[in-house]
């Protein structure tokens, strides 16, 4: 088993170039890069991109980080055949290389786990609304699934072969997908938490998650999933209302 790293980009700047040449140093050459309907001002990335010997597949509009993960995992499938891991990464430099290649280290290791990335939200440098929005999700999930996952939002992830095809079944096409494919996972795969660099630039400047619209959608789907009935509904619809008066501050 090999691994290929997939990044979901949507309007990127030289965050990604940097991470896709220090990765193409490192001597990772499986790299699929999605294009998500950023527009022709983007296009000289994704070009440079295509230099630096990544496979990028494009959407012609705005679909969502999670049909962008979907997509990319497809091209990669039909790029470098089946039997493959998969590694989830962003494009907007929150995942530092080295701790790419950690996740795709472990992978190999534990070819039957599900691998997560999961960073310390105890720092002076994390926005609020993502340590906040995390402590609450990975309660939920406790709740859920009676596993224990302090960073449930993270988007680095080592997918074994035989997750691949749930994650390509996966409901959600935006922020949705990841809570949506981790509750789903954790019913036949075991997880195993890497500790990674927590990065956050400027407050999290250039990141497209939008508080309100997206926290809704990270919440409402899970609840039912996990079974968490009213109470965790209404917790849900709390943290919602938390999120909208501090997004107004």
């Given at each position: 088993?090999?691994?290929?790293?997939?990044?979901?980009?949507?309007?990127?700047?030289?965050?990604?170039?940097?991470?896709?040449?220090?990765?193409?140093?490192?001597?990772?050459?499986?790299?699929?890069?999605?294009?998500?309907?950023?527009?022709?001002?983007?296009?000289?990335?994704?070009?440079?991109?295509?230099?630096?010997?990544?496979?990028?597949?494009?959407?012609?509009?705005?679909?969502?980080?999670?049909?962008?993960?979907?997509t990319g995992i497809e091209k990669a499938l039909r790029e470098f055949g089946p039997g493959i891991g998969i590694i989830?990464?962003?494009?907007?430099?929150?995942?530092?290389?080295?701790?790419?290649?950690r996740i795709s280290d472990a992978l190999t290791s534990y070819r039957d786990h599900l691998i997560l990335g999961v960073?310390?939200?105890?720092?002076?440098?994390?926005?609020?609304?993502?340590?906040?929005?995390?402590?609450?999700?990975?309660?939920?999930?406790?709740?859920?699934?009676?596993?224990?996952?302090?960073?449930?939002?993270?988007?680095?992830?080592?997918?074994?072969?035989?997750?691949?095809?749930?994650?390509?079944?996966?409901?959600?096409?935006?922020?949705?997908?990841?809570?949506?494919?981790?509750?789903?996972?954790?019913?036949?795969?075991?997880?195993?938490?890497?500790?990674?660099?927590?990065?956050?630039?400027?407050?999290?400047?250039?990141?497209?998650?939008?508080?309100?619209?997206?926290?809704?959608?990270?919440?409402?789907?899970?609840?039912?999933?996990?079974?968490?009935?009213?109470?965790?509904?209404?917790?849900?619809?709390?943290?919602?209302?938390?999120?909208?008066?501090?997004?107004?501050?």
């Amino acid at each position: 088993m090999y691994n290929v790293i997939v990044i979901p980009a949507y309007e990127p700047d030289e965050r990604l170039i940097s991470l896709l040449e220090t990765l193409e140093r490192s001597g990772f050459t499986r790299i699929v890069v999605t294009d998500d309907g950023s527009g022709p001002l983007y296009t000289p990335v994704f070009i440079r991109a295509g230099e630096l010997g990544c496979v990028v597949v494009r959407h012609e509009h705005n679909l969502g980080k999670g049909a962008a993960i979907k997509t990319g995992i497809e091209k990669a499938l039909r790029e470098f055949g089946p039997g493959i891991g998969i590694i989830t990464a962003d494009a907007d430099g929150q995942h530092l290389p080295q701790d790419i290649i950690r996740i795709s280290d472990a992978l190999t290791s534990y070819r039957d786990h599900l691998i997560l990335g999961v960073r310390d939200f105890s720092g002076e440098n994390v926005p609020f609304r993502c340590a906040f929005g995390n402590r609450i999700t990975s309660t939920l999930f406790k709740f859920g699934t009676g596993i224990a996952c302090s960073d449930t939002q993270t988007g680095l992830r080592g997918i074994p072969p035989r997750l691949v095809p749930l994650a390509l079944s996966t409901e959600g096409d935006r922020y949705e997908y990841e809570m949506n494919f981790l509750v789903e996972a954790v019913k036949t795969a075991p997880l195993v938490m890497i500790p990674i660099e927590t990065v956050y630039e400027k407050g999290n400047a250039g990141s497209h998650f939008r508080p309100v619209r997206d926290s809704l959608l990270i919440y409402s789907d899970p609840l039912i999933r996990l079974g968490t009935g009213m109470a965790a509904a209404g917790l849900g619809a709390f943290v919602v209302s938390l999120l909208r008066s501090r997004s107004r501050d």
